[in-house]
T-cell receptor, first 114, second 112 residues
Framework: DADVTQTPRNRITKTGKRIMLECSQTKGHDRMYWYRQDPGLGLRLIYYSFDVKDINKGEISDGYSVSRQAQAKFSLSLESAIPNQTALYFC?????????????FGQGTRLTVV | AQTVTQSQPEMSVQEAETVTLSCTYDTSESDYYLFWYKQPPSRQMILVIRQEAYKQQNATENRFSVNFQKAAKSFSLKISDSQLGDAAMYFCAYRRGDKIIFGKGTRLHILP
């Protein structure tokens, strides 16, 4: 089984709908991240979390919200999806206690908003 | 704010040849980490190589090596003996603290 699991893998939704992307990890990491990938723009950070009580905005948090339900679970919500939120979304984890380790990624969720 | 710049959106290399992908970054910090990730068509993000800024020695992983120039804030990736399986998007990334920032990527084509 994958260490970082994202569900769903692919999703098509309509404009205005609420959608949740889920992420769970078995690596025991306390840091979790949500990124968005668009062609030509690379990966951009949406939100990141150090633990269940700590949520931080990234560079493109508008239109998104997150919930850290447990150390191992971090979900991303689009309250009212719009077409320009069509993208590939990645969840990632990393360890601590400091800042010396790389990020481990899930398989990504391809989201299409029509 | 830290930024990571990959100036080559696409590159091509002949199979078995050597190619170098460029990455520059902007930071005022002295301690940080740099990474290269590979994203094949499967879209999985795979760590290729890691460099600690406090280490002067360039990191190497088999056919992959980096040229880390701290003063110039440059972190290029060299792929030797290119193989068809190296065809992918490559992302340069910077980490200081808990933020990990990525460049826009370079798409590498391998010509048979």
């Amino acid at each position: 089984d994958a260490d970082v699991t994202q569900t769903p893998r692919n999703r098509i939704t309509k404009t205005g709908k609420r959608i949740m992307l889920e992420c769970s990890q078995t690596k025991g990491h306390d840091r979790m991240y949500w990124y968005r990938q668009d062609p030509g723009l690379g990966l951009r950070l949406i939100y990141y979390s150090f633990d269940v009580k700590d949520i931080n905005k990234g560079e493109i948090s508008d239109g998104y919200s997150v919930s850290r339900q447990a150390q191992a679970k971090f979900s991303l919500s689009l309250e009212s999806a719009i077409p320009n939120q069509t993208a590939l979304y990645f969840c990632a984890t990393s360890g601590g206690p400091g800042w010396g380790t790389e990020a481990f990624f899930g398989q990504g969720t391809r989201l299409t908003v029509v | 704010a830290q930024t990571v710049t990959q100036s080559q959106p696409e590159m091509s290399v002949q199979e078995a040849e050597t190619v170098t992908l460029s990455c520059t970054y902007d930071t005022s910090e002295s301690d940080y980490y740099l990474f290269w990730y590979k994203q094949p068509p499967s879209r999985q993000m795979i760590l290729v190589i890691r460099q600690e800024a406090y280490k002067q020695q360039n990191a190497t992983e088999n056919r992959f090596s980096v040229n880390f120039q701290k003063a110039a804030k440059s972190f290029s990736l060299k792929i030797s003996d290119s193989q068809l399986g190296d065809a992918a998007m490559y992302f340069c990334a910077y980490r200081r603290g808990d933020k990990i920032i990525f460049g826009k990527g370079t798409r590498l084509h391998i010509l048979p």
